[in-house]
Protein backbone atom coordinates (compact mmCIF):
# COMPACT_ATOMS: atom_id res chain seq x y z
CA UNK A 1 0.00 0.00 0.00
CA UNK A 2 2.75 2.44 1.12
CA UNK A 3 4.78 1.51 -2.08
CA UNK A 4 1.88 1.86 -4.96
CA UNK A 5 1.20 5.21 -3.04
CA UNK A 6 4.41 6.23 -3.17
CA UNK A 7 4.24 5.31 -7.05
CA UNK A 8 1.45 7.33 -7.79
CA UNK A 9 2.78 10.41 -6.38
CA UNK A 10 5.81 10.37 -8.41
CA UNK A 11 3.80 9.06 -11.83
CA UNK A 12 0.85 12.08 -11.04
CA UNK A 13 2.25 14.45 -8.78
CA UNK A 14 -0.69 16.10 -8.79
CA UNK A 15 -2.98 14.07 -6.91
CA UNK A 16 -4.73 16.15 -4.62
CA UNK A 17 -7.38 16.30 -2.50
CA UNK A 18 -9.81 16.86 -5.11
CA UNK A 19 -8.69 14.27 -7.28
CA UNK A 20 -9.64 11.52 -5.17
CA UNK A 21 -12.77 12.99 -3.93
CA UNK A 22 -13.22 12.72 -7.87
CA UNK A 23 -12.72 9.30 -8.12
CA UNK A 24 -14.69 8.17 -4.69
CA UNK A 25 -17.81 10.43 -6.21
CA UNK A 26 -17.69 8.21 -9.98
CA UNK A 27 -16.53 5.16 -8.35
CA UNK A 28 -18.28 4.85 -4.55
CA UNK A 29 -21.97 4.81 -5.68
CA UNK A 30 -21.66 2.42 -8.57
CA UNK A 31 -19.44 -0.06 -6.95
CA UNK A 32 -22.16 0.29 -3.85
CA UNK A 33 -24.98 -0.33 -5.98
CA UNK A 34 -23.39 -3.50 -7.89
CA UNK A 35 -22.38 -4.54 -4.51
CA UNK A 36 -26.54 -4.43 -3.30
CA UNK A 37 -27.47 -5.75 -6.15
CA UNK A 38 -25.26 -8.79 -7.00
CA UNK A 39 -22.74 -9.41 -4.12
CA UNK A 40 -25.05 -9.54 -1.60
CA UNK A 41 -27.53 -11.71 -3.10
CA UNK A 42 -24.74 -14.09 -3.86
CA UNK A 43 -23.89 -13.88 -0.14
CA UNK A 44 -27.23 -14.44 1.10
CA UNK A 45 -27.75 -17.63 -1.46
CA UNK A 46 -24.68 -19.38 0.14
CA UNK A 47 -26.03 -18.23 3.61
CA UNK A 48 -29.58 -19.45 3.30
CA UNK A 49 -28.37 -22.52 1.38
CA UNK A 50 -27.82 -24.05 5.21
CA UNK A 51 -31.30 -23.34 6.28
CA UNK A 52 -34.81 -24.14 5.95
CA UNK A 53 -36.37 -21.13 5.16
CA UNK A 54 -39.52 -19.95 3.21
CA UNK A 55 -38.21 -16.79 2.37
CA UNK A 56 -41.75 -14.87 2.93
CA UNK A 57 -41.05 -14.87 6.77
CA UNK A 58 -38.60 -14.44 9.09
CA UNK A 59 -38.26 -18.10 10.25
CA UNK A 60 -35.35 -19.93 9.51
CA UNK A 61 -33.85 -23.48 10.92
CA UNK A 62 -30.75 -24.03 10.54
CA UNK A 63 -30.02 -27.33 8.55
CA UNK A 64 -26.03 -27.43 8.16
CA UNK A 65 -25.42 -29.51 4.50
CA UNK A 66 -29.16 -31.28 4.20
CA UNK A 67 -30.50 -29.56 1.53
CA UNK A 68 -26.90 -30.31 -0.26
CA UNK A 69 -27.48 -34.00 0.50
CA UNK A 70 -30.93 -33.78 -0.37
CA UNK A 71 -30.54 -31.41 -3.55
CA UNK A 72 -27.96 -33.85 -5.06
CA UNK A 73 -30.70 -37.00 -4.81
CA UNK A 74 -33.17 -34.99 -5.87
CA UNK A 75 -34.74 -36.98 -8.70
CA UNK A 76 -36.02 -33.93 -10.48
CA UNK A 77 -32.32 -32.24 -9.85
CA UNK A 78 -30.84 -34.81 -11.83
CA UNK A 79 -33.08 -35.37 -14.74
CA UNK A 80 -32.87 -31.84 -15.01
CA UNK A 81 -29.16 -31.85 -14.94
CA UNK A 82 -29.18 -34.86 -17.49
CA UNK A 83 -31.31 -32.10 -19.83
CA UNK A 84 -28.37 -29.42 -19.21
CA UNK A 85 -26.01 -31.40 -20.52
CA UNK A 86 -27.56 -32.94 -23.29
CA UNK A 87 -28.47 -29.41 -24.26
CA UNK A 88 -25.22 -28.01 -23.86
CA UNK A 89 -23.46 -30.89 -25.39
CA UNK A 90 -25.68 -29.77 -28.52
CA UNK A 91 -25.23 -26.25 -28.33
CA UNK A 92 -21.43 -26.80 -28.73
CA UNK A 93 -21.31 -28.48 -31.01
CA UNK A 94 -23.47 -27.18 -33.69
CA UNK A 95 -23.48 -23.84 -32.13
CA UNK A 96 -19.57 -23.59 -32.97
CA UNK A 97 -19.93 -25.57 -36.10
CA UNK A 98 -22.56 -23.34 -37.89
CA UNK A 99 -21.38 -19.98 -36.70
CA UNK A 100 -17.94 -21.00 -38.07
CA UNK A 101 -19.80 -21.82 -41.67
CA UNK A 102 -21.61 -19.32 -41.64
CA UNK A 103 -18.84 -16.83 -40.57
CA UNK A 104 -16.53 -18.27 -43.65
CA UNK A 105 -19.39 -18.20 -46.22
CA UNK A 106 -19.75 -14.59 -45.43
CA UNK A 107 -15.87 -14.26 -45.46
CA UNK A 108 -14.33 -16.73 -46.98
CA UNK A 109 -16.47 -18.27 -49.51
CA UNK A 110 -16.63 -15.14 -52.25
CA UNK A 111 -20.56 -15.21 -52.37
CA UNK A 112 -21.98 -11.91 -53.86
CA UNK A 113 -22.23 -8.92 -51.91
CA UNK A 114 -25.97 -8.74 -51.66
CA UNK A 115 -25.78 -12.01 -50.31
CA UNK A 116 -23.28 -11.40 -47.26
CA UNK A 117 -25.57 -8.49 -46.31
CA UNK A 118 -28.96 -10.16 -46.43
CA UNK A 119 -27.16 -13.31 -44.58
CA UNK A 120 -24.98 -10.88 -42.13
CA UNK A 121 -28.38 -8.88 -41.70
CA UNK A 122 -30.69 -11.98 -41.20
CA UNK A 123 -28.75 -14.89 -39.00
CA UNK A 124 -28.32 -11.92 -36.49
CA UNK A 125 -32.15 -11.07 -35.86
CA UNK A 126 -33.01 -14.13 -33.61
CA UNK A 127 -30.46 -12.25 -31.18
CA UNK A 128 -32.52 -9.34 -30.75
CA UNK A 129 -35.49 -10.69 -30.15
CA UNK A 130 -37.06 -11.06 -26.93
CA UNK A 131 -37.14 -15.09 -25.57
CA UNK A 132 -40.97 -14.29 -25.16
CA UNK A 133 -41.04 -13.51 -28.57
CA UNK A 134 -39.10 -16.44 -29.69
CA UNK A 135 -40.51 -19.17 -27.37
CA UNK A 136 -44.40 -18.01 -27.90
CA UNK A 137 -43.85 -18.06 -32.44
CA UNK A 138 -42.27 -21.41 -31.72
CA UNK A 139 -45.03 -22.81 -29.78
CA UNK A 140 -47.25 -21.53 -32.05
CA UNK A 141 -44.87 -23.39 -34.81
CA UNK A 142 -44.76 -26.58 -32.91
CA UNK A 143 -48.72 -26.36 -32.06
CA UNK A 144 -50.72 -29.77 -32.89
CA UNK A 145 -53.74 -27.99 -34.40
CA UNK A 146 -52.93 -24.43 -35.38
CA UNK A 147 -49.21 -25.22 -36.07
CA UNK A 148 -47.45 -23.65 -38.91
CA UNK A 149 -45.27 -27.05 -38.95
CA UNK A 150 -47.39 -29.09 -39.42
CA UNK A 151 -49.58 -27.33 -41.98
CA UNK A 152 -46.56 -27.47 -43.89
CA UNK A 153 -45.95 -31.01 -43.65
CA UNK A 154 -49.20 -31.51 -44.70
CA UNK A 155 -49.49 -29.62 -47.63
CA UNK A 156 -46.10 -31.38 -48.33
CA UNK A 157 -47.74 -34.57 -47.88
CA UNK A 158 -45.27 -35.66 -45.28
CA UNK A 159 -48.38 -36.37 -42.67
CA UNK A 160 -45.95 -39.36 -41.46
CA UNK A 161 -42.87 -36.86 -40.09
CA UNK A 162 -45.77 -35.35 -37.77
CA UNK A 163 -45.58 -36.88 -34.20
CA UNK A 164 -49.39 -37.99 -33.05
CA UNK A 165 -48.56 -36.26 -29.77
CA UNK A 166 -47.53 -32.89 -30.42
CA UNK A 167 -43.55 -31.85 -30.70
CA UNK A 168 -43.12 -30.40 -27.46
CA UNK A 169 -43.60 -34.01 -25.67
CA UNK A 170 -41.93 -37.56 -25.74
CA UNK A 171 -39.20 -38.07 -28.28
CA UNK A 172 -39.39 -34.90 -30.16
CA UNK A 173 -39.70 -32.48 -27.06
CA UNK A 174 -35.41 -32.33 -26.47
CA UNK A 175 -34.52 -32.17 -30.51
CA UNK A 176 -37.05 -29.26 -30.70
CA UNK A 177 -35.89 -27.40 -27.91
CA UNK A 178 -32.56 -28.19 -28.81
CA UNK A 179 -33.13 -27.04 -32.44
CA UNK A 180 -34.65 -22.92 -30.41
CA UNK A 181 -31.57 -23.08 -28.91
CA UNK A 182 -29.24 -23.66 -31.37
CA UNK A 183 -31.30 -21.36 -33.66
CA UNK A 184 -31.58 -18.27 -31.44
CA UNK A 185 -28.08 -18.61 -29.99
CA UNK A 186 -26.15 -18.61 -33.22
CA UNK A 187 -26.08 -14.21 -34.28
CA UNK A 188 -23.49 -13.36 -31.86
CA UNK A 189 -20.86 -16.04 -32.63
CA UNK A 190 -21.19 -16.16 -35.92
CA UNK A 191 -20.66 -11.80 -35.45
CA UNK A 192 -17.46 -12.86 -33.42
CA UNK A 193 -15.94 -14.84 -35.88
CA UNK A 194 -16.44 -13.03 -38.97
CA UNK A 195 -15.11 -9.85 -37.63
CA UNK A 196 -11.90 -12.49 -36.16
CA UNK A 197 -11.66 -13.92 -39.96
CA UNK A 198 -11.56 -10.41 -41.25
CA UNK A 199 -8.37 -9.45 -39.14
CA UNK A 200 -6.67 -12.41 -40.15
CA UNK A 201 -3.57 -10.80 -42.67
CA UNK A 202 -4.04 -11.60 -46.42
CA UNK A 203 -0.36 -12.04 -46.85
CA UNK A 204 -1.05 -15.34 -44.69
CA UNK A 205 -3.97 -16.70 -47.23
CA UNK A 206 -1.75 -15.17 -50.59
CA UNK A 207 1.22 -16.85 -49.28
CA UNK A 208 -0.90 -20.21 -48.45
CA UNK A 209 -2.00 -19.70 -52.29
CA UNK A 210 1.17 -19.87 -53.16
CA UNK A 211 2.11 -22.72 -51.61
CA UNK A 212 -0.31 -24.56 -53.43
CA UNK A 213 -2.72 -24.91 -50.78
CA UNK A 214 -6.63 -25.38 -51.65
CA UNK A 215 -9.84 -23.41 -49.65
CA UNK A 216 -9.82 -26.22 -47.33
CA UNK A 217 -6.07 -26.42 -46.34
CA UNK A 218 -6.37 -22.59 -46.36
CA UNK A 219 -8.99 -23.07 -43.71
CA UNK A 220 -7.07 -25.79 -41.53
CA UNK A 221 -4.12 -24.07 -41.81
CA UNK A 222 -4.87 -20.59 -41.82
CA UNK A 223 -8.10 -19.45 -40.74
CA UNK A 224 -8.31 -21.73 -37.59
CA UNK A 225 -5.19 -21.21 -36.01
CA UNK A 226 -5.51 -17.56 -36.62
CA UNK A 227 -9.17 -17.15 -34.91
CA UNK A 228 -8.54 -19.84 -32.67
CA UNK A 229 -8.57 -17.88 -29.53
CA UNK A 230 -12.13 -16.38 -30.90
CA UNK A 231 -13.54 -19.90 -31.42
CA UNK A 232 -12.36 -20.44 -27.51
CA UNK A 233 -14.26 -17.82 -26.71
CA UNK A 234 -17.39 -18.75 -28.42
CA UNK A 235 -17.35 -22.56 -26.55
CA UNK A 236 -16.32 -21.42 -23.37
CA UNK A 237 -19.41 -18.40 -23.83
CA UNK A 238 -21.82 -20.95 -24.54
CA UNK A 239 -20.47 -23.12 -22.14
CA UNK A 240 -20.44 -20.72 -19.03
CA UNK A 241 -23.99 -18.75 -20.23
CA UNK A 242 -26.05 -21.95 -21.28
CA UNK A 243 -27.15 -23.11 -17.12
CA UNK A 244 -29.13 -19.30 -17.34
CA UNK A 245 -29.86 -19.38 -21.21
CA UNK A 246 -31.97 -22.94 -21.20
CA UNK A 247 -33.27 -21.48 -18.08
CA UNK A 248 -35.06 -18.34 -19.78
CA UNK A 249 -35.79 -20.44 -22.79
CA UNK A 250 -37.69 -23.32 -21.30
CA UNK A 251 -39.46 -21.07 -18.76
CA UNK A 252 -41.28 -19.47 -21.69
CA UNK A 253 -41.36 -22.76 -23.75
CA UNK A 254 -42.56 -25.53 -21.89
CA UNK A 255 -42.12 -24.36 -18.67
CA UNK A 256 -40.28 -27.62 -17.19
CA UNK A 257 -43.16 -29.68 -18.39
CA UNK A 258 -44.48 -31.78 -19.32
CA UNK A 259 -44.29 -33.41 -16.26
CA UNK A 260 -40.68 -31.99 -15.30
CA UNK A 261 -39.24 -33.95 -18.53
CA UNK A 262 -37.70 -30.60 -20.36
CA UNK A 263 -36.32 -29.27 -16.44
CA UNK A 264 -33.56 -27.55 -16.53
CA UNK A 265 -31.52 -26.98 -13.34
CA UNK A 266 -31.62 -23.31 -13.32
CA UNK A 267 -35.07 -23.44 -13.74
CA UNK A 268 -35.71 -26.02 -11.13
CA UNK A 269 -33.44 -23.82 -8.12
CA UNK A 270 -35.88 -20.61 -9.36
CA UNK A 271 -39.31 -22.31 -9.41
CA UNK A 272 -38.44 -24.25 -5.82
CA UNK A 273 -37.57 -21.01 -4.74
CA UNK A 274 -40.15 -18.69 -5.69
CA UNK A 275 -43.42 -20.35 -6.60
CA UNK A 276 -45.55 -19.63 -3.50
CA UNK A 277 -46.88 -23.23 -3.21
CA UNK A 278 -43.33 -24.95 -3.00
CA UNK A 279 -41.27 -22.12 -1.21
CA UNK A 280 -37.92 -23.78 -0.36
CA UNK A 281 -35.85 -20.81 -0.58
CA UNK A 282 -33.03 -22.88 1.06
CA UNK A 283 -33.01 -25.51 -0.59
CA UNK A 284 -33.63 -23.24 -4.07
CA UNK A 285 -30.16 -21.30 -3.11
CA UNK A 286 -28.60 -24.61 -2.20
CA UNK A 287 -29.26 -25.67 -5.93
CA UNK A 288 -28.19 -22.26 -7.00
CA UNK A 289 -24.67 -22.37 -5.40
CA UNK A 290 -24.10 -26.10 -6.82
CA UNK A 291 -24.86 -24.58 -10.48
CA UNK A 292 -22.61 -21.64 -9.42
CA UNK A 293 -19.92 -23.82 -8.70
CA UNK A 294 -20.42 -26.30 -11.82
CA UNK A 295 -20.11 -23.16 -13.93
CA UNK A 296 -17.45 -22.12 -12.19
CA UNK A 297 -15.25 -25.06 -12.72
CA UNK A 298 -16.61 -26.27 -16.32
CA UNK A 299 -15.71 -23.17 -17.48
CA UNK A 300 -12.29 -23.12 -16.15
CA UNK A 301 -11.27 -26.52 -16.92
CA UNK A 302 -12.71 -25.91 -20.51
CA UNK A 303 -10.91 -22.65 -20.62
CA UNK A 304 -7.95 -24.59 -19.89
CA UNK A 305 -8.12 -27.47 -21.75
CA UNK A 306 -8.57 -25.48 -24.66
CA UNK A 307 -5.87 -23.05 -24.26
CA UNK A 308 -3.22 -26.25 -24.08
CA UNK A 309 -4.29 -26.96 -27.31
CA UNK A 310 -3.16 -23.48 -28.34
CA UNK A 311 -0.01 -24.04 -27.10
CA UNK A 312 0.95 -27.04 -28.93
CA UNK B 1 3.73 -31.79 -65.14
CA UNK B 2 2.42 -28.90 -66.88
CA UNK B 3 -0.81 -30.32 -67.64
CA UNK B 4 -0.91 -32.37 -64.52
CA UNK B 5 -0.72 -28.67 -62.28
CA UNK B 6 -3.51 -27.16 -64.70
CA UNK B 7 -5.61 -30.37 -65.00
CA UNK B 8 -5.38 -30.39 -60.47
CA UNK B 9 -6.45 -26.56 -60.56
CA UNK B 10 -9.47 -27.40 -62.61
CA UNK B 11 -10.58 -30.15 -60.48
CA UNK B 12 -10.51 -27.55 -57.24
CA UNK B 13 -12.41 -25.45 -58.89
CA UNK B 14 -15.31 -27.57 -59.55
CA UNK B 15 -15.00 -28.99 -56.73
CA UNK B 16 -15.35 -25.39 -54.64
CA UNK B 17 -18.25 -24.23 -57.09
CA UNK B 18 -19.95 -27.60 -56.00
CA UNK B 19 -19.47 -26.58 -52.23
CA UNK B 20 -20.29 -23.26 -53.03
CA UNK B 21 -23.59 -24.19 -54.14
CA UNK B 22 -24.24 -27.19 -51.68
CA UNK B 23 -23.63 -24.01 -48.95
CA UNK B 24 -25.88 -21.75 -50.52
CA UNK B 25 -28.82 -24.26 -50.50
CA UNK B 26 -27.97 -24.57 -46.94
CA UNK B 27 -27.79 -20.54 -46.07
CA UNK B 28 -31.07 -20.78 -48.07
CA UNK B 29 -33.02 -22.99 -45.66
CA UNK B 30 -31.46 -21.44 -42.56
CA UNK B 31 -32.71 -18.07 -43.84
CA UNK B 32 -36.25 -19.94 -44.32
CA UNK B 33 -36.44 -21.02 -40.72
CA UNK B 34 -35.72 -17.29 -39.95
CA UNK B 35 -38.10 -15.58 -42.65
CA UNK B 36 -40.49 -18.17 -42.19
CA UNK B 37 -41.85 -17.56 -38.52
CA UNK B 38 -41.59 -14.02 -38.77
CA UNK B 39 -43.53 -13.56 -42.46
CA UNK B 40 -45.80 -16.11 -41.29
CA UNK B 41 -46.19 -13.99 -37.35
CA UNK B 42 -47.25 -11.12 -39.80
CA UNK B 43 -49.43 -11.79 -42.36
CA UNK B 44 -51.42 -14.52 -39.32
CA UNK B 45 -51.47 -11.42 -37.08
CA UNK B 46 -54.83 -10.13 -39.99
CA UNK B 47 -56.22 -13.58 -39.60
CA UNK B 48 -60.16 -14.42 -37.46
CA UNK B 49 -59.92 -18.00 -35.80
CA UNK B 50 -61.92 -19.70 -37.84
CA UNK B 51 -59.12 -19.12 -40.53
CA UNK B 52 -56.35 -20.23 -37.88
CA UNK B 53 -58.55 -23.49 -37.54
CA UNK B 54 -59.29 -24.02 -41.34
CA UNK B 55 -55.59 -23.76 -42.30
CA UNK B 56 -52.56 -22.52 -40.06
CA UNK B 57 -50.26 -21.49 -43.07
CA UNK B 58 -51.80 -19.70 -45.74
CA UNK B 59 -52.82 -16.37 -46.22
CA UNK B 60 -55.77 -14.46 -44.62
CA UNK B 61 -58.57 -13.78 -46.45
CA UNK B 62 -58.60 -9.69 -45.36
CA UNK B 63 -56.44 -7.83 -43.65
CA UNK B 64 -58.06 -7.75 -40.11
CA UNK B 65 -56.47 -4.21 -38.81
CA UNK B 66 -59.16 -4.72 -36.08
CA UNK B 67 -56.97 -7.37 -34.56
CA UNK B 68 -54.14 -4.57 -33.77
CA UNK B 69 -56.82 -2.71 -32.58
CA UNK B 70 -58.14 -4.83 -29.97
CA UNK B 71 -54.67 -5.69 -29.13
CA UNK B 72 -53.53 -2.07 -28.59
CA UNK B 73 -57.09 -1.82 -26.33
CA UNK B 74 -58.59 -3.93 -25.16
CA UNK B 75 -55.79 -6.44 -24.69
CA UNK B 76 -53.92 -3.55 -23.10
CA UNK B 77 -50.77 -3.68 -25.05
CA UNK B 78 -50.69 0.40 -24.87
CA UNK B 79 -50.79 0.18 -20.86
CA UNK B 80 -47.69 -2.66 -21.64
CA UNK B 81 -46.01 -0.11 -23.91
CA UNK B 82 -45.81 3.05 -21.83
CA UNK B 83 -44.38 0.73 -19.18
CA UNK B 84 -41.68 -0.78 -21.02
CA UNK B 85 -40.93 2.80 -22.14
CA UNK B 86 -40.49 4.01 -19.10
CA UNK B 87 -38.41 1.57 -17.96
CA UNK B 88 -36.14 2.05 -21.02
CA UNK B 89 -35.52 5.66 -20.65
CA UNK B 90 -35.06 5.40 -17.13
CA UNK B 91 -32.22 2.16 -17.49
CA UNK B 92 -30.25 3.76 -19.96
CA UNK B 93 -29.97 7.40 -17.96
CA UNK B 94 -28.90 5.24 -14.70
CA UNK B 95 -26.46 2.89 -16.91
CA UNK B 96 -24.67 5.14 -19.17
CA UNK B 97 -24.25 7.50 -15.98
CA UNK B 98 -22.84 4.43 -13.60
CA UNK B 99 -20.60 3.16 -16.90
CA UNK B 100 -18.85 6.53 -17.84
CA UNK B 101 -17.67 6.92 -14.35
CA UNK B 102 -16.73 4.31 -13.26
CA UNK B 103 -15.08 3.27 -16.98
CA UNK B 104 -13.48 7.02 -16.62
CA UNK B 105 -11.49 6.77 -12.74
CA UNK B 106 -10.34 2.86 -13.94
CA UNK B 107 -9.30 3.84 -17.45
CA UNK B 108 -7.19 7.07 -16.31
CA UNK B 109 -6.80 7.00 -12.35
CA UNK B 110 -3.44 4.47 -11.40
CA UNK B 111 -4.68 4.23 -7.79
CA UNK B 112 -5.42 1.24 -5.51
CA UNK B 113 -9.17 2.03 -5.23
CA UNK B 114 -9.34 1.71 -9.10
CA UNK B 115 -6.88 -1.25 -9.31
CA UNK B 116 -9.25 -3.18 -6.72
CA UNK B 117 -12.17 -1.79 -9.07
CA UNK B 118 -10.59 -2.95 -11.97
CA UNK B 119 -10.26 -6.67 -10.39
CA UNK B 120 -13.78 -6.51 -8.59
CA UNK B 121 -15.45 -6.05 -11.83
CA UNK B 122 -13.56 -8.36 -14.14
CA UNK B 123 -14.46 -11.49 -12.06
CA UNK B 124 -17.84 -9.77 -12.06
CA UNK B 125 -18.63 -10.73 -15.66
CA UNK B 126 -18.69 -14.38 -14.58
CA UNK B 127 -21.52 -13.70 -12.31
CA UNK B 128 -24.93 -15.45 -13.61
CA UNK B 129 -26.96 -13.11 -12.80
CA UNK B 130 -30.51 -15.06 -13.18
CA UNK B 131 -29.50 -17.82 -10.61
CA UNK B 132 -29.40 -14.83 -7.97
CA UNK B 133 -32.91 -13.63 -9.07
CA UNK B 134 -34.40 -16.04 -5.95
CA UNK B 135 -31.89 -14.24 -3.38
CA UNK B 136 -32.71 -10.29 -4.90
CA UNK B 137 -36.56 -11.35 -5.22
CA UNK B 138 -36.13 -12.18 -1.35
CA UNK B 139 -34.01 -8.91 -0.73
CA UNK B 140 -36.68 -6.90 -2.53
CA UNK B 141 -39.32 -8.85 -0.67
CA UNK B 142 -37.92 -7.95 2.70
CA UNK B 143 -38.53 -4.30 1.94
CA UNK B 144 -41.73 -4.22 -0.14
CA UNK B 145 -40.11 -3.09 -2.86
CA UNK B 146 -40.89 -6.02 -5.39
CA UNK B 147 -43.95 -4.63 -7.43
CA UNK B 148 -41.79 -1.22 -8.33
CA UNK B 149 -40.55 -0.15 -11.41
CA UNK B 150 -38.22 2.04 -10.63
CA UNK B 151 -36.77 -0.83 -8.37
CA UNK B 152 -36.51 -3.09 -11.58
CA UNK B 153 -34.47 -0.07 -13.50
CA UNK B 154 -32.50 -0.14 -10.57
CA UNK B 155 -31.92 -3.64 -10.69
CA UNK B 156 -31.37 -3.72 -15.26
CA UNK B 157 -28.90 -0.65 -14.89
CA UNK B 158 -26.21 -2.30 -12.07
CA UNK B 159 -26.57 -5.83 -13.00
CA UNK B 160 -25.42 -5.27 -16.46
CA UNK B 161 -22.29 -3.27 -15.76
CA UNK B 162 -19.77 -5.43 -15.62
CA UNK B 163 -18.62 -6.09 -19.30
CA UNK B 164 -19.94 -2.89 -20.64
CA UNK B 165 -17.14 -1.09 -18.32
CA UNK B 166 -14.49 -3.82 -19.05
CA UNK B 167 -14.97 -2.53 -22.65
CA UNK B 168 -15.56 1.21 -22.04
CA UNK B 169 -12.41 1.44 -19.65
CA UNK B 170 -10.14 -0.52 -22.75
CA UNK B 171 -11.42 2.21 -24.85
CA UNK B 172 -11.11 4.99 -23.09
CA UNK B 173 -7.57 4.18 -21.82
CA UNK B 174 -6.29 4.53 -25.16
CA UNK B 175 -7.07 7.89 -25.35
CA UNK B 176 -3.75 9.92 -25.30
CA UNK B 177 -2.89 11.08 -21.82
CA UNK B 178 -1.76 14.82 -24.14
CA UNK B 179 -5.40 15.70 -24.88
CA UNK B 180 -6.47 15.73 -20.95
CA UNK B 181 -2.67 17.20 -20.04
CA UNK B 182 -3.60 20.03 -22.54
CA UNK B 183 -7.11 20.56 -20.93
CA UNK B 184 -5.49 20.23 -17.69
CA UNK B 185 -3.46 23.05 -18.52
CA UNK B 186 -6.18 25.48 -19.90
CA UNK B 187 -7.72 25.03 -16.58
CA UNK B 188 -10.39 22.16 -17.14
CA UNK B 189 -11.64 20.69 -14.39
CA UNK B 190 -11.71 17.02 -13.91
CA UNK B 191 -15.45 16.78 -14.83
CA UNK B 192 -14.83 19.22 -17.88
CA UNK B 193 -12.24 16.62 -19.15
CA UNK B 194 -14.62 13.41 -18.25
CA UNK B 195 -17.53 15.45 -20.52
CA UNK B 196 -16.08 17.62 -23.33
CA UNK B 197 -12.82 15.35 -23.94
CA UNK B 198 -13.44 11.73 -22.97
CA UNK B 199 -16.47 11.66 -23.61
CA UNK B 200 -16.35 12.24 -27.62
CA UNK B 201 -13.55 10.13 -28.12
CA UNK B 202 -15.63 6.92 -26.74
CA UNK B 203 -19.07 8.18 -28.71
CA UNK B 204 -18.85 5.15 -31.05
CA UNK B 205 -18.34 1.90 -28.66
CA UNK B 206 -20.92 3.99 -25.65
CA UNK B 207 -23.22 4.73 -28.56
CA UNK B 208 -23.09 0.66 -29.36
CA UNK B 209 -23.49 0.17 -25.48
CA UNK B 210 -26.44 2.08 -25.18
CA UNK B 211 -28.32 0.51 -28.01
CA UNK B 212 -27.42 -3.22 -26.67
CA UNK B 213 -28.86 -2.01 -22.70
CA UNK B 214 -32.26 -0.78 -24.36
CA UNK B 215 -33.09 -3.93 -26.67
CA UNK B 216 -31.91 -5.58 -23.80
CA UNK B 217 -34.38 -3.47 -21.13
CA UNK B 218 -36.92 -3.76 -23.54
CA UNK B 219 -36.62 -7.85 -24.56
CA UNK B 220 -35.91 -8.70 -20.80
CA UNK B 221 -38.82 -11.23 -19.31
CA UNK B 222 -37.41 -13.27 -16.43
CA UNK B 223 -36.83 -10.71 -13.94
CA UNK B 224 -39.64 -8.43 -14.63
CA UNK B 225 -41.82 -11.59 -14.66
CA UNK B 226 -40.58 -11.96 -11.03
CA UNK B 227 -40.65 -8.50 -10.08
CA UNK B 228 -43.92 -7.79 -11.47
CA UNK B 229 -47.15 -8.98 -9.82
CA UNK B 230 -49.25 -6.09 -10.54
CA UNK B 231 -50.80 -5.52 -13.97
CA UNK B 232 -50.49 -1.77 -14.80
CA UNK B 233 -46.94 -2.34 -14.04
CA UNK B 234 -46.21 -5.10 -17.02
CA UNK B 235 -43.85 -4.90 -19.33
CA UNK B 236 -44.53 -5.58 -22.93
CA UNK B 237 -42.93 -9.12 -22.59
CA UNK B 238 -44.66 -9.78 -19.22
CA UNK B 239 -47.82 -8.79 -21.22
CA UNK B 240 -47.32 -11.10 -23.52
CA UNK B 241 -46.98 -13.87 -21.65
CA UNK B 242 -49.86 -12.90 -19.67
CA UNK B 243 -51.83 -12.81 -22.91
CA UNK B 244 -50.80 -16.50 -23.58
CA UNK B 245 -51.56 -17.85 -20.50
CA UNK B 246 -54.93 -16.42 -20.79
CA UNK B 247 -55.30 -18.45 -24.00
CA UNK B 248 -56.17 -21.43 -22.05
CA UNK B 249 -59.44 -19.21 -21.13
CA UNK B 250 -60.51 -17.36 -24.42
CA UNK B 251 -58.72 -17.97 -27.21
CA UNK B 252 -58.00 -14.74 -29.71
CA UNK B 253 -54.94 -16.14 -31.97
CA UNK B 254 -55.43 -12.89 -34.29
CA UNK B 255 -54.90 -10.41 -31.91
CA UNK B 256 -52.03 -12.09 -29.68
CA UNK B 257 -50.23 -12.28 -33.07
CA UNK B 258 -50.78 -8.37 -33.35
CA UNK B 259 -48.81 -8.01 -30.06
CA UNK B 260 -45.91 -10.55 -30.71
CA UNK B 261 -45.69 -8.24 -34.02
CA UNK B 262 -45.97 -4.86 -31.65
CA UNK B 263 -43.42 -6.34 -29.84
CA UNK B 264 -40.96 -7.27 -32.35
CA UNK B 265 -41.21 -3.88 -34.52
CA UNK B 266 -39.62 -1.18 -31.99
CA UNK B 267 -36.46 -3.79 -31.56
CA UNK B 268 -36.27 -4.15 -35.58
CA UNK B 269 -36.45 -0.76 -36.43
CA UNK B 270 -33.84 0.33 -34.10
CA UNK B 271 -32.08 -2.78 -35.54
CA UNK B 272 -32.34 -2.10 -39.34
CA UNK B 273 -31.61 1.59 -38.66
CA UNK B 274 -28.35 0.88 -36.48
CA UNK B 275 -27.32 -2.47 -38.00
CA UNK B 276 -23.88 -1.10 -38.99
CA UNK B 277 -22.57 -0.07 -35.04
CA UNK B 278 -24.47 -3.19 -33.89
CA UNK B 279 -22.73 -5.41 -35.78
CA UNK B 280 -19.55 -3.90 -35.94
CA UNK B 281 -20.22 -3.13 -31.63
CA UNK B 282 -20.55 -6.92 -31.55
CA UNK B 283 -17.71 -8.11 -33.38
CA UNK B 284 -15.72 -6.47 -31.07
CA UNK B 285 -17.11 -7.31 -28.03
CA UNK B 286 -15.43 -10.44 -27.04
CA UNK B 287 -12.51 -7.73 -25.87
CA UNK B 288 -9.86 -10.29 -27.54
CA UNK B 289 -8.28 -7.60 -29.38
CA UNK B 290 -5.75 -5.23 -29.04
Known amino acids: ??????????KNPKMTASKKLFIII???????LYFYISILPMLKSIRTSFYDWSGYSSDMTFLGFDNYKEILSDTIFLKAMVNDLTIIFWKEILITVLALL??????RFKLKKPEVAFIRFLFYIPDILSIIVISTVWLFIFNPNVGLLNGVLQALHLDFLIPVNGWLTGGTLMPSIIFIAVWSGIGYFMIVLIAAINDVPKELYESAEIDGAGQWRQLIYVTI????????????TILFSSISSNMTLIMPLTNGGPDNASMVMGLYAYTVGVDPAVSRVGYANAAAVILMIISFTVSFVFNHLLAKKDDK | MYRKKANKKIGRSVGSAFARTGLRIFLLLWSITI?????????SSFKDNREFYASPWTLPSELRFENYVSAWDSANISAYFLNSIILVVGTLFLFTLLVTTTSYILAKYKTFFTKIFKVF???????????LLVPLYFQFYELNLTNNLFVLMVIYAVQGIPLPIFLLS???ANIDDAFIEAATIDGASEFVIFSRVVLPFVKPILFFLCLGNIMGTWNEYVTALTFLKDEALYT???????????????????????ALVMAMIPILILYAIFQKQILNGMGTSDGLKG
Open chain 2, 170 to 172: EFM
Open chain 1, 225 to 236: PNIWSQIRFVMV
Open chain 2, 121 to 131: YFFAMMIPSSL
Open chain 1, 1 to 10: MKNSSAVIKR
Open chain 2, 236 to 258: VPIGISYLVNQMNYRVEFGSLFA
Open chain 1, 26 to 32: FGLPTFL
Open chain 1, 102 to 107: FALAVT
Open chain 2, 35 to 43: LLPIVWLVY
